[in-house]
């Protein structure tokens, strides 16, 4: 799907989180990045953060602009497999080692874990008084290194100028591999162990393709405020039913469905549903979109 990151987030940004304190350059003009990596976290319960953020060491240099790699579409399982295998059950309590370099003016973090890269980015004037968390969940056919590279996530990131911890998790690249974060409690845990405190804002999902088979597995997560999935209701409606109508909180909930593979899929799911908003094709930017359509509790 041609989408950008900075358009969605940047509609899901309204009335949830708020403008950040810097102007993010706007997307690059050759044409729209692949979406395929994104990930999150969450406030810190008193007693559970592991010290304040490591604010000594200078940043190197921003890594080089990477090549990107080719496009593949998804084909999902019907029957997804949420069991994680025991030698990722227990990733220990300790400090968790992390690197750090400068990416477009923000800080970002690359957090090595059990369960594969996490990638963390602040824009810059990043506020955390003020700011909430976009957790973005790659597809298939790459990882969380090689979406951080090849769809150049910071910069999409940095166009939505949101004032927003931006978390990408490593996720299953495949039908065969296993979900690597059923928990999203396991998730704000590492970030946390690696020193990084989470903003206590708003906490927005965004999920690509095979990553619904790790959101589907958040809906009942009580910090999860909005879900956005791009190309991804190849399964799992009975979960984000219930993120809409039925789990603690949902009536407050929000849920942005974006289709291509999906349309039949996604067109009937929203029939369920007299309150659901729709439109024919994705905005150029959160601008386009009327005012029903960015309050719709489902667009």
Do not use: C
């Not at 190197?60 to 069991?83: C, F, N, Q, Y």
């Not at 955390?128 to 597809?139: D, F, K, P, S």
């Amino acid at each position: 799907m041609k989408l950008f990151v900075a358009v969605v987030a940047g509609v899901l940004g309204a009335g949830l989180i708020g403008p950040s304190v810097a102007r993010a350059d706007e997307p690059r003009s050759s044409g729209p990045v692949p979406w395929d990596d994104f990930d999150d976290a969450i406030p810190v319960p008193p007693g559970e953060a592991p010290g304040e953020p490591d604010e000594t060491a200078p940043p190197p240099a921003a890594p080089s602009e990477p090549v990107r790699g080719p496009r593949h579409k998804a084909r999902m399982s019907l029957t997804p497999r949420p069991h994680v295998p025991r030698s990722l059950e227990d990733d220990g309590e300790g400090r968790l080692e992390k690197r750090e370099d400068t990416v477009l003016g923000g800080r970002h973090f690359r957090i090595k874990t059990a369960r594969g890269a996490v990638h963390v980015w602040f824009p810059p004037g990043y506020d955390r008084e003020t700011a909430g968390t976009v957790i973005y969940v790659h597809g298939y056919y790459t990882d969380a290194d090689g979406a951080w590279r090849e769809h150049e996530l910071a910069r999409q990131f940095k166009a939505s100028r949101q004032n927003a911890m931006f978390v990408v998790p490593d996720a299953p690249s495949g039908n065969d591999d296993d979900v690597k974060w059923p928990a999203l409690k396991d998730l704000r845990k590492a970030v946390t162990r690696a020193n990084i405190h989470l903003p206590d804002g708003p906490v927005v999902v965004i999920g690509h393709s095979g990553a619904f088979r790790t959101v589907m597995q958040w809906v009942d997560h009580r910090l999860v405020d909005q879900i956005i999935l791009l190309d991804a209701l190849y399964a799992g409606e009975s979960a984000f039913d219930a993120f809409i109508a039925s789990v603690k909180r949902a009536d407050d909930h929000k849920l942005i469905v974006v289709a291509a593979s999906t349309a039949e899929e996604s067109a009937s799911f929203a029939r369920r549903y007299k309150f659901a908003v729709a439109r024919e094709r994705m905005p150029a930017s959160s601008g386009e979109l009327s005012r029903r359509e960015r309050g719709a509790k489902l667009l």
